[in-house]
């Protein structure tokens, strides 16, 4: 299964629950990605499971030393972090900026990001290169 599938999959869970008027998933989900934030690498593997059906799939989801900081592997996951916070009512946006980015090879990912080598995303280069 895909990531993608896999954050789907939340994103209909929490609307079910929304929807009984229920917010046990979504409190879960919000302790969870705070604990990834403050927390070490075992808290950011709890965050991340709720994406994960398998050990495979959860090693796409933690940060990766051949990554760069700005990569689009690990911007994707950032926020993925980022957009767990607001599970109640903005749960529909779990995928922003994350989409099918982390089922991707290394180094593939058809969403360019600013200053990654051969990235063709020169507005958003110029942008960052002129507030550096």
Known sequence: MSIRTNIEEMIKRLDD???????????????????????GASQWDDYMKLFAKDESEL???????DDGEVSAKNLARAYLI????????????LLFTVNDTLDFATG???????NEPNSSNTAVKKESSSTS
């Open 17 to 39: 629950e929304k929807q009984t008027g229920g917010t046990t998933i979504a409190d879960d989900m919000r302790k969870k990605v705070v604990r990834a934030i403050t927390g």
């Open 59 to 65: 090693a796409r989801l933690r940060p990766d030393s």
């Open 82 to 93: 980022g957009n767990g916070v607001c599970t109640v009512l903005s749960h529909q946006n």
């Open 108 to 114: 593939s990912s058809p969403y360019p990001i600013a």
